[in-house]
Nanobody, 119 residues
Framework: QVQLAESGGGLAQAGGSLRLSCRAS????????MGWFREAPGKERELIAA????????YIADSVKGRFTLSRDTPRNTGYLQMNSLQPEDTGVYYC????????????WGQGTQVTVSS
């Protein structure tokens, strides 16, 4: 079982920055991949970033590439999504999620955190 606890988010002005954190509670998280999803108003939830906890290159969606970066603190089982140059279209609910390495479906989800970017 994996439990995910998110923090961060809130209100930012266009061009500003926010950082989201996601702490995973699991006996062995090294065999998982952590992903970040965004659900914008009126749109489907989309995967915007992901990283295998054991290492390797991170996936960053084209829509946020160059503005968002992903990092992780493995001893603390905590992942971070640094969001820079925020735009109003980045507004939405952000979720961290986890899936067992090698599987396609994210089985574990955080509670979600609201990010609102004003113009």
């Amino acid at each position: 079982q994996v439990q995910l606890a998110e923090s961060g988010g809130g209100l930012a002005q266009a061009g500003g920055s926010l950082r989201l954190s996601c702490r995973a509670s699991a006996r062995t998280f090294s065999t998982y991949t952590m992903g970040w999803f965004r659900e914008a108003p009126g749109k489907e939830r989309e995967l915007i970033a992901a990283i295998a906890w054991s290492g390797g290159p991170a996936y960053i969606a084209d829509s946020v590439k160059g503005r968002f970066t992903l990092s992780r603190d493995t001893p603390r089982n905590t992942g971070y999504l640094q969001m820079n140059s925020l735009q109003p279209e980045d507004t939405g609910v952000y979720y961290c999620a986890a899936k067992f390495r090698g599987t396609s479906e994210y089985s574990y989800w955080g509670q979600g955190t609201q990010v609102t970017v004003s113009s």
